[in-house]
């Protein structure tokens, strides 16, 4: 990590304003605190505390044929290092050739507490977790069961200025859990996770309890086909497809014909029915428990980000709203070319199902003969114009027979799509936070699920993983 700096970010920050030659200028920082533990066989292994500061100088140079753009980003700490960057990112901007993406710079909002210093983390968030862990090592123990685990909180400050006079602040909660168990012989395995800002009301014991029930059920194996069998998707199973289908739901490579949401001879699908009528998909900084930025934060350009966007305010968006269609991520230069709306990215995910307020528990006493999954592994698309998606079940398949789970059964491939998914279910339980196994350690932990039982998921082939 960088050395800690006598300047402040914000000085950091408007050094980096000052000192550029580029026509104009925007300078993010991410200033980010963490602190984690890691647990194997029953016993604390690492914990550790970690800062560190990283800037993103995007430098703009105006052209005849439009204004070019150049980022560079990196660990600054000192004006030298800042200047540095800045004339890097200068240099990249006179040698780039025009930005397709061009559109007037953000400015004029200043936030009320840019002055504020960055909000820190340390190992201290997990006072309360910690010791209960301790117990939970020796009921494990003491059962002949083996936890697994780790858990990660972060607090990361994102300053972000420019030469046109915006100047943004944003704090970002950042915790995640997860634990898995193992019977003694490592034979059986389960796993239980989820995401926190705070860490508050998470119980290693509560954890512990619902590993030792789910080990439990796997005392009966039954070894199961390939086939198509009545499943439940639980939130976390949900979380790990829904967050593709929220990635590929780009705007441009719709209108360019490359997605499930393109429509069939131009454009894309907006305004068609995709799901059933109860479905809603949204995603709003607000939400409560999955607070976001409230503005877009991008440090480079692609098919769904513009530089050129930094700054814009972002409000709750419905992408599928009453099973319709309604928005595609996308930029004000997207927007331009496909006639609708400017909907940027957003960093949380809701899916809600009118009506369905049940706990996941319903779902399992309605069901006849079926599968209970735990969540899904190692998800790739196959063919993006359907969304298909292919990936592994992992650590825990259950069997539910007459409504009661009655043991486990092997692994799993899968074929799905999650759009289709939307269509063909039957049944769905209240919306609650949920965590992505596959996505959410790295990339996208905030989001709010409901389970699904779908009827006829394919689970493609046997899968010999543990």
């Not at 604390?44 to 439009?66: H, I, K, P, Q």
């Not at 507490?113 to 301790?134: C, K, R, S, Y």
Request: charged share 20%; glycine share 8%.
């Amino acid at each position: 990590m960088a050395a800690t700096t006598t300047a402040t970010v914000q000085e950091l920050v408007e050094h980096a304003l000052a000192v550029s030659t580029a026509d104009d200028c925007i300078v993010i920082a991410h200033h980010t605190t963490s602190a984690n533990l890691r647990w194997a066989n029953n016993t604390l292994t690492t914990n550790g505390a970690m800062r560190g500061l990283e800037l993103a100088v995007v430098s703009f140079v105006r052209r005849a044929g439009g204004p070019a753009a150049g980022t560079r980003s990196g660990s600054a700490t000192t004006p030298d290092q800042v200047a540095a960057l800045v004339a890097a990112a200068d240099a990249e901007a006179r040698a780039a050739d025009p930005a397709t993406d061009a559109q007037e710079l953000v400015g004029g909002t200043v936030a009320t507490d840019w002055d504020a210093a960055p909000a820190e983390t340390d190992i201290h968030v997990f006072d309360a977790f910690a010791p209960a862990l301790g117990e939970a090592f020796r009921r494990a123990r003491s059962g002949g069961r083996v936890l697994y685990g780790f858990v990660d909180h972060r607090l990361t400050t994102t300053y972000v200025a420019s030469s046109t006079g915006l100047r943004l602040r944003h704090v970002q909660p950042t915790g995640h859990y997860g634990c898995t168990g193992k019977s003694a012989d490592l034979t059986d395995s389960a796993w239980v996770g989820g995401a926190t800002r705070d860490f508050a009301g998470v119980d290693a014991l509560v954890l512990e309890s619902e590993l030792e029930r789910r080990l439990g059920w796997a005392s009966r194996r039954v070894d199961l086909p390939a086939g198509r069998y009545d499943t439940i998707l639980p939130p976390t199973a949900m979380a790990d497809v829904m967050i593709d289908a929220y990635w590929y739901a780009g705007a441009r490579d719709a209108h360019d014909g490359q997605s499930v949401f393109s429509r069939r001879g131009g454009g894309t699908r907006v305004g068609e029915q995709v799901a059933r009528p109860e479905v809603t998909l949204s995603s709003d900084p607000a939400y409560p428990g999955l607070e976001c930025a409230p503005h877009v934060v991008n440090e480079s350009s692609g098919n769904d980000s513009s530089v050129f966007d930094t700054g814009l305010p972002l409000a709750r968006t419905e992408w599928i709203s009453g099973g319709t269609l309604s928005a595609l991520r996308q930029t004000r230069e997207t927007a331009a070319l496909t006639g609708l709306p400017v909907t940027p990215s957003i960093d949380n995910l809701v899916l809600d199902v009118e009506g369905a307020t049940d706990p996941l528990d319903v779902l399992v006493a309605g069901t006849e003969r079926g599968l209970l999954l735990t969540c899904l592994w190692y998800i790739r698309a196959v063919d993006p114009q359907t969304l298909l998606l292919t990936g592994l079940t992992r650590d825990g398949v259950y069997l539910v027979e007459n409504g009661e789970i009655t043991g486990a059964v092997n692994n799993f491939r899968f074929n799905e799509s999650p759009v289709d998914l939307l269509r063909r279910f039957t049944h769905a339980s209240a919306t609650v936070p949920a965590f992505s196994r596959e996505w959410g350690d790295d990339y996208f932990s905030r989001t709010a699920m409901p389970a699904l039982r779908v009827p006829d998921f394919n689970m493609s082939s046997v899968s010999q993983a543990r």
